[in-house]
């Protein structure tokens, strides 16, 4: 009966045109506004590291006290005093810190012109750490931060740019001025949102370029290029030396803590270091630290925007209004068929047949809105792209599992909404309909 | 109008009745919110920036070579002389921000020096001489800095900033009473005097993001040249000569060294396109609330007419036998747009109070303002004269029945 009551229903699509395509244009509008929205939410609602979120925390300490914070929490990174001490206690199973630098690139041959390339200056816990893929190379090692060695690692991107994609591990590259060994070249890696970086806002940048040593990076004094947030706690002298050991955070850390014991212990550790900095003298306040894992500071930070949770709450409504238009107009196509269930019924078929018969025919008019919807969910996606920045409209994108759901959303929402419809259909009283005509 | 024998007819079809009521109720909450939306970001859209943006762009260049402090600031002087010399450029001043970039420098602001908890942020801009002329920006008191008071300094180092200019906004909220003018205040984070020499008409922060809402208005100029990586140059070309001067433009900074990067994709950045940039998701959101409504408003009528025509159609001979008892055309029209205006009623009763409560959850969510009443009024008329337009095709149809359909098919 399956086959039959599919093709009744199709036949019917075409019975009263205006309703099948009022019925059709609703759930595919909804369906695709609701798509749309949610794959861009999808998104940026993310997990970018789900194998290892909640081992991986930002360690944050409160170095300005009660007057300057930031309604009681600590600023939302380090200042170096703070950021070398934690790397250099090593007290977790892995520790990185890092800062942004934006280095100028020479690339070879006369005629080319320089450009700008973005990446951290980090350490090599950094690349284990966040799970960094290699396609040539590795990381470099930790001797290597203690010699404050002159080595990078470039992006797959940058590595095709200046070696035309060819293993490039051991050649030199010119960043700032400087040359650097290039130890090892990701392979496209780019985490969104870039969950380790919120502090300079980027968590939907363009991905990385590059990665040299912080220990080099600080002997040659390279500039942040990233946020420096000094507070109100502006006035710590001259020079670069006054400011680096002032009170101004730039420096990310995060830290690897595999199981709770290891979490406790370090939040121990975190304490009783701000209790002897203020011991010290340093701090007039008592231990204020955070150990925040990836999703807590994505929560914290507020990565996903706000227009993003709007909208797809706007589309969700939008496709509830459009639900309950189908089901009114359901109502309308099958009561228009009264006479007809009344003779099927006197014929002797069981409500369960006609049950079964019109939420196919339902399932039908969900298929069509579906294909309607796939369609405006691609035209939608392309329209993404012109109404919000490209950092996140780059991240919605059509694919198989997406235009699976569309379908089976768009079937599924209206057999559930053909329920009411049927029943009413299957509660015709076939005597009176007989009796009538 | 008789309303009873209309409330009656209502019992027989009851599902259709409170589907429509509630689409029209889901309706109106969403649109009123989508349109609060629109008005609240397009408000934010159309602030001013204080500055002469339709001759104004701006050029992004980064030192190559990372020379010393000396070499940047002897460079950024060749480059400044070499673009005012340009036939289609009016002025130049180097910046290290500049308004909608979306990020800078901001400071907190202080009256007295040992003030303790900071309440007033505001951003600061590094200048020169040209930068008020630059900009377009006119002083409302005092006077312009001049060439011989313009230092330059590295970040790390304290500001330089002996005297300033501030912006209107920063001086009324920081001199209520009276005038900034010769005033001291502390801008440099620490207890540093900086005496107050001109204020600017209306001048905005360098970001435009909601951090800022509250100090979007507040500039503390500074006369020196930052000496970064990274420096701006703010050019205003001659009137109608943007194109020309940004064509030319860095070619000038070319000719003068070509130890420099200037970006392809936003080394030239038209002030046009800054502001497309700054209000980006504000204009998206807006036209996203605008489709959803409209489409929303659209399916909400074809609703109610497929709706109405299946009772029209329903109702033949009900309709046939009241005309041939003697009711007029415009009757059976009315009854039907009567029935339509009581269901409506009813949706948008519902649907206010539903507008309202999801305008409350957006506040404490989204920290956005309360809904405002007149909102919802234009919502409940414009939904309930959709539903009157919306039912007039099938309403004029069933006043098209000829009471000879009361004697067919009995």
Redesign the interface.
Known sequence: MFGYYLELGLRSLRRNP??TA?MV??IG?GVA?SMITWSVFRAVSGNPIPQKSSQLFTALIDSRGP??NNHGEPPQALNYTDATALVRAHKAVHQTLFYNV?L?V?PGGSDS????ADGYATNADFFSMFDAPFQYGSAWSASDDDRHAAVAVISHELNEQLFGGADSVGREVTL???TYRVVGVTAHWDPKPRFYDLFD?NEFGEPVQMYVPFTRAMDLQI?T?GN?N??????Y????D??LHGECVWIPVWVELPTAADVERYRDFLTAYADEQQRAGRFHWAPNVRLRDVSNWLDFEHVV???S???LM??L??F???L??T???L??KF??RAPEIGVRRALGAPRRQIYGQFLIEAGTVGLAGGLLGLLLTAVGMLGVG????SDIARLAHLDLSLMATTLLVAIFATVLAAF?PAW?AAQVQPAWQLKS? | MQIKPILAAMRHHRAGTVLIALQIALTLAIVCNALFIIQQRMARVSRPSGVDESNLFVIQNFWADQSSPQRIDAQMRADLLALRELGSVQDVAPANSFPMRGSGWDNFIKTTPDQIRSTLDSAIYFTDDHTLATLGVSLIEGRNFTSSEVGSQTPPDPMLASEVIISKALAQTMFPQGSALGKTIYVSGGNRPSTVIGVTDTLQAHTVANWMNEYAYNAVLVPARLLTDRTFYLVRSRPGQLAAAMRDAPKALFAQSRMRIINRKDGVMSFAQVRKAAYGRDVGMAILMGIVSLVLLAITAAGIVGLTSFWVGQRRKQIGIRRALGATRHDILSYFLTENLLIGITGVAIGAVLALGINLWMVTQFEMARLSLAYVAIGVIALLLLGQGAVLAPAVRASNVPPVEATRSV
């Open positions: 205006l309703l009022l244009m609703a509008f506004a007057n300057n934006s100028s020479l012109l320089p450009f700008t700032g001025m400087h806002g500039d290029a420096n000094c507070g109100s706690l502006m006035d002298g001259n020079g670069r006054a400011w925007p706000a227009e949770r709007i909208s706007v589309s409504g939008f509830a209004i459009c309950v238009n089901i009114g107009l109502l309308a009561m228009r012109l109404l919000f920045e009411y009413r005509n």
